[in-house]
C-alpha cells in the first residue's frame, strides 16, 4: 500500500476563497482523522470518522470548516472563506480500530497558505 | 477527557549518548494505546513506538525504549546511543478502545549535537 495519500501538498489562496484538501486512507482501515498542527496549538484534532460516519468533530474551529467521507477510501476537509489564521499543516491519518488494534498512519500533510 | 502532557520543549544530547523524553496523561480509562511518534524536518510523522496498557512489559524497539508508569501515568522515552538522524519532533499519544481517537502532547524538539 502506498500509504495515506494527501492533495495538495502545498496550496496557497488568497482570503475568502475556498479551499479543499483531499485525503486517501490506507485501504482496510476504517478510521480517519484530520488534525491541524500550527506553532502555537500543535497537533489538534478536527474530527474523526469510522466506517465513514463522523463520530466527534468538536474540534473543528467553526462553521467556515467541514468535512466528508463519502466512501471508505476518500475524504475531503473543506474550508470556504478562508482566513489567514487557517495557515497551517493539514494531516489525515488512518487506523483500523477493532480487534486488532493498529497506529494511526499519517500522510505528509497539506500545507495551507492564506495570504 | 483526556489529555497528554510534555513538559519539555527542547531537548539536547551528545552523539552517542542516552536521553529521555518525558511524557504524562490523563485518563479514567482502563484500556488504551499510547505511542510515541517522531517529525523530522520532512514533516513526516513516523511511528517510533506503541505500549498497550494492559502490558505490564515496557516496550522496546532497538535503541528506542519507554517506561511505561500505569499507575502514575507517565510513558517516558528513552533513546540509547543517540544519532544524528534522531534529531525531531517527537510526540507522545493517546488512544483509547473507546473513543478510537488519538490525543497527542505539544512535542518536544530534540537536538542531537556532534
Known amino acids: 500500500d502506498a500509504g495515506v495519500i494527501q492533495s495538495p501538498r502545498h496550496e496557497v489562496t488568497e482570503m475568502g476563497q475556498e479551499v479543499t484538501l483531499r485525503c486517501k486512507p490506507i485501504?482496510?482501515?476504517?478510521?480517519l482523522f484530520w488534525y491541524r498542527q500550527t506553532m502555537m496549538r500543535g497537533l489538534e484534532l478536527l474530527i474523526y470518522f469510522n466506517n465513514n460516519v463522523p463520530i466527534d468533530d468538536s474540534g473543528m474551529p467553526e462553521d467556515r470548516f467541514s468535512a466528508k467521507m463519502p466512501n471508505a477510501s476518500f475524504s475531503t476537509l473543506k474550508i470556504q472563506p478562508s482566513e489567514p489564521r487557517d495557515s497551517a499543516v493539514y494531516f489525515c491519518?488512518?487506523?483500523?480500530?477493532?480487534?486488532?488494534?493498529?497506529?494511526?498512519?499519517f500522510g505528509q500533510g497539506t500545507r495551507l497558505t492564506v495570504v | 477527557a483526556q489529555t497528554v502532557t510534555q513538559s519539555q520543549p527542547e531537548m539536547s544530547v551528545q552523539e552517542a549518548e542516552t536521553v529521555t523524553l518525558s511524557c504524562t496523561y490523563d485518563t479514567s480509562e482502563s484500556d488504551y494505546y499510547l505511542f510515541w511518534y517522531k517529525q523530522p524536518p520532512s514533516r513526516q510523522m513516523i511511528l517510533v513506538i506503541r505500549q498497550e496498557a494492559y502490558k505490564q512489559q515496557n516496550a522496546t524497539e532497538n535503541r528506542f525504549s519507554v517506561n511505561f508508569q500505569k499507575a502514575a501515568k507517565s510513558f517516558s522515552l528513552k533513546i540509547s546511543d543517540s544519532q544524528l538522524g534522531d534529531a525531531a519532533m517527537y510526540f507522545c499519544?493517546?488512544?483509547?478502545?473507546?473513543?478510537?481517537?488519538?490525543?497527542f502532547g505539544t512535542g518536544t524538539r530534540l537536538k542531537v549535537l556532534a
Open positions: 499519544a493517546y488512544s483509547s478502545s473507546g473513543t478510537y481517537k488519538y490525543i
Open positions: 491519518a488512518s487506523s483500523f480500530a477493532g480487534g486488532i488494534w493498529t497506529e494511526a498512519f
Open positions: 485501504s482496510g482501515h476504517n478510521s
